[in-house]
């Protein structure tokens, strides 16, 4: 049977294409004049500049962390080339008719359509190409609400003074290792802000996509929600399928101010290598959101691509009556490996936290939990519920959980449960004598795994999920 | 419909079935009794294709074919079902998605197009009521949290839904009581219209009363050792199976 599941296993990465598209890109090689150099093409305000150099002198003294329990070969940071954008990108389009038509199908073969009819209606796109944003739809719409959704390379020069109040207060710019070198060369990203009061009216979403050779995806996201507003915003990332591994190092914060909430949901399917686990996608990411009082981040991640995760979407419950959610499904196949989990920072008083995890691992790959959930002194009547399930596939793979738990309030309460299960012979075989092959077996069997994260997804993206963890488990093409 | 030649087949390094001959014919209901050990619920695994379940030597043709050489999914498609004796949870996946995806694998491969949803619900309401479960039944994870009774009927309501040529039914009968058993018993009646075959396999002769076999095959130490009509298993009642060690031995199948 393992032999079954070992084929259904061996998919192959159907967005792994390369486009042919003219790019301006610098040569490898980082230090204080390639950032002058990529602020200056930007056009960006003096204060932009200061802030990069100060994150990159801070990012020398730091040293990449190892406590990830993942492997990889150390990053040589002058092999990287720190900007690449289309050439037609120069004179930025004023509409989707002066976009290149290739980028354009580059979008359409990864399934996200950019022209506004032909979308799935209620959702907003920023697709972001190697290092910036080629274009974003429905921007009228949401202006007439006043929401604010554009590249944050537009933002700095539209709204100089929202960028420079909230950049950096999540995360600050020497943070950790990854998060100091995105501070320093980010390139571009979303900006959203949501108007105080406003539901925002429909869904946000930024494609990401890496094309270019040797290049790292430096992007940062920053989203605002000011008092009692809503937004749901999703991400989803795809890159070619190349021998050399890729280096991505985002940093997303999410402020949501007063009785707003923000819903940030993450489909990551980077390139993961090939079976011996050469090439694919080092995804170093760092997401968090300040919740502020009775505000509520809820974070939703389905994350089945790159060689290497390394992730921790958080919250800072500082608000009393805040509310914090991650729900996460990471599926690792063939040589992947994942560290992936969350904090959720209990500051203020009768604050809350639901923490959901699925690990489906399968081939030989290695799959973690690693979770914080922190107590302050002033967390009086907090509450957090954590469930984190292992799933097998196979004998040749890992599960691991690293629970941290701190708790400095005794009237707070913190609850863990975790299990591991397998997917049984017992289980295939019953679905086989009903009919179904072993790999639409395997894919229902997940799904049924996954549904209390995926419930959580926004409708159209559930269904995507759900298409890519069969499409990663069943070795089709598309 | 079904012909067994001379099968001998092992779980891991033992031989279980030594030498069973068996010829099932379209609308015939045969039951296979016998006791512990006897080899017969391996006979179930063994058509259906489990793997580790492995055939030594022999020929099974079902409806033609040589179903030894299918894979588990293709018998399953050709319309060969099994209810199984302990039927397996899947954790949150409904009874409905499950059943949907099965009824709709089996009509691609015989080349229909696939249910509509409102179809595909008139469909399992009506095979919900004739197993007397209730319709949130559908709503439910796959055998998650179901009772034995709950499980037995929740496999009669799959073989109700898909239709199956030869229905293998694995002690569909242990753990239920009286009641329980009517309905099992029913459903499967209700299934029986000339075409259908059965293989019914069980211990006691309590299931016959009420599904009543054309054949009763006495099964022991890996072959049939006796053949006839219902009255055998009367004979079983009444005596148990202490006289197959003698029956055993030297006897053909």
Known sequence: MSEQIDQA????????????????????????????????????????????????????????????????????????????????????????????????RTYEKLGIPLHEQEMLAGVAVD?????????????????????????????????????????????????????????????DGSFVYIPKGVRCPMELSTYFRINEQNTGQFERTLIVAEEGSYVSYLEGCTAPQRDENQLHAAVVELVALDDAEIKYSTVQNWYPGDENGKGGIYNFVTKRGLCEKNAKISWTQVET????????????????????????????????????????????????????????????????YRGLVRMGPGAE????????????IGDKCGAHTFPYIESSNPSAIVEHEATTSKV????????????????????????????EVFRELPMEFAVEAGKLLEISLEGSVG | MLTIKDLHARVEEKTIIKGLNLEIKPGEVHAIMGPNGAGK???????????????????????????????????????????????????????????KESVNAMRKARGEDELSSAEFLKKAKEACKQVNLPLDF???????????????????????????????????????????????????????????????????????????????HILAQGKIVKSGGPEL?????????????????????
């Open chain 1, 305 to 368: 691509g790159s060689a290497v995760t390394w992730k921790y979407p958080s919250c800072i419950l500082k608000g009393d009556n805040s509310v914090g959610e991650f729900y996460s499904v990471a599926l690792t196949r063939g040589k992947q490996q994942a560290d992936t989990g969350t904090k959720m920072i209990h500051l203020g008083k009768n604050t809350k936290s639901t923490i959901i995890s699925k690990g489906i691992s399968a081939g030989y790959s290695n799959n973690a």
């Open chain 2, 233 to 253: 298993a009367k004979e079983v009642e009444a005596s148990g199976y202490a006289w197959l060690g003698q029956a055993d031995e030297g006897e053909e199948a």
């Open chain 2, 41 to 99: 619920s391996t006979l179930g695994y063994v058509l259906s294709g489990r793997d580790g379940y492995e055939v030594e030597q022999g020929e099974v043709t079902f409806k033609g074919a040589n179903l030894l050489e299918m894979e588990v999914e293709e018998r399953a498609q050709a319309g060969l079902f099994l209810a199984f004796q302990y039927p397996v949870e899947i954790p949150g996946v409904s009874n409905m998605e499950f059943m």
């Open chain 1, 127 to 187: 697709a972001v190409f190697d290092s910036v944003s080629v274009v974003t739809t429905f921007r009228e719409k949401l202006e007439e609400a006043g929401v604010i959704f554009c590249p944050i390379s537009e933002a700095l020069h539209k709204y100089p003074d929202l960028v420079k109040k909230y950049l950096g207060t999540v995360v600050p710019r020497g943070d950790n290792y990854f998060a100091a070198l995105n501070s320093a060369v980010f390139t």
């Open chain 1, 424 to 451: 049984s012979d017992d289980q295939l075989f019953l679905c086989q004598q009903r009919g179904l092959d072993p790999e639409k077996a395997v894919s229902m069997i997940v799904n049924g795994f996954c549904k």
């Open chain 2, 138 to 216: 559908l709503k439910r994870g796959v055998n998650e949290g179901f009772s034995g009774g709950e499980k037995k009927r929740n496999e009669i309501m799959q073989l109700i839904m898909l239709e199956p040529k030869l229905a293998i039914l694995d002690e569909s009968d242990s753990g239920l009581d009286v009641d329980a058993l009517q309905v099992v018993a029913n459903g499967v009646n209700s299934q029986r219209d000339g075409e259908r075959s059965f293989i019914v396999v069980t211990h006691y002769q309590r299931l016959l009363d009420f599904i009543e076999p054309d054949y009763v």
């Open chain 1, 381 to 392: 009547g907090a509450r957090n519920f954590t469930e984190c399930d292992s799933l097998l």
């Open chain 1, 9 to 104: 296993l061996a998919r192959k990465y159907d967005a792994g294409f390369v486009s042919e598209v003219e790019s301006e890109t610098f040569p490898a090689g980082l230090d204080e004049d390639v950032i002058r150099r990529l602020s200056a093409i930007k056009g960006e305000p003096e204060w932009m500049l200061e802030w990069r150099l100060k994150a990159y002198r801070t990012w020398l003294k730091l040293t990449e962390p190892e406590w990830a329990h993942v492997d990889y070969p150390k990053i040589d940071y002058q092999d990287i080339s720190y900007y690449s954008a289309p050439k037609s990108m120069k004179d930025k389009p004023k509409s989707l008719d002066e976009v290149d038509p290739e980028l354009l």
